[in-house]
């Protein structure tokens, strides 16, 4: 089964510095990666996903990921962190069902982020 | 904006007493999923619809049902909620169940079994 792991419970910066969550996955095939963002008593919303093709992808609120194959990771950045971007963050990855174009999402346990004035 | 939406946000209920948690979407999308998601932990897939195909994970358990009467809506169904079953409860749709293809989320509801 696929897999990702997210090795930090917690990160914390200031705000201005930059931000970094980070993701490494396990998958055997090609790796469907996304990732989410989770605002407190709301729902997950979609920041980006890596299907195929460029290595860096660039999401929602100037958020950025940057495939690994090498180091199989898929880290979350941001170049300059708002207090408004803390928040909890899922790393996921699409597993294969029972049909190779099928999968449910495998979700990391979650990183929390707080950005400190 | 076409969007996910989940009513109630908050719901109160009793132990043992049945409860419905409602999800509707604009999206008209194929797909719709049904998370249960504890203390900040990572949201938990409990069932899914392909259209009107009910998919259920195999350690979903059977005191959670749920229902899709057309496109737009999809129904949660907890038959005899214990004080466990509190949580948030997310509806996500996607545009079909492939690979590459995004799920989209509802704010979530928050269960409280009293």
Redesign the interface.
Known sequence: AQSVAQPEDQVNVAEGNPLTVKCTYSVSG?P?L?W?VQYP??????LL?Y?TGDNLVKGSYGFEAEFNKSQTSFHLKKPSALVSDSA?Y?CAV?D??PT??????Q????T?VVVTP | DAMVIQNPRYQVTQFGKPVTLSCSQTLNHNVMYWYQQKSSQAPKLLFHYYDKDFNNEADTPDNFQSRRPNTSFCFLDIRSPGLGDAAMYLCATSSDGTMQETQYFGPGTRLLVL
């Open positions: 090609n469907y996304f989410y008593n709301r729902g997950l919303q979609f996903k299907i909890l899922f699409r294969i069902g190779d174009s099928w999968g449910k999402l979700f990391g346990a979650g929390q």
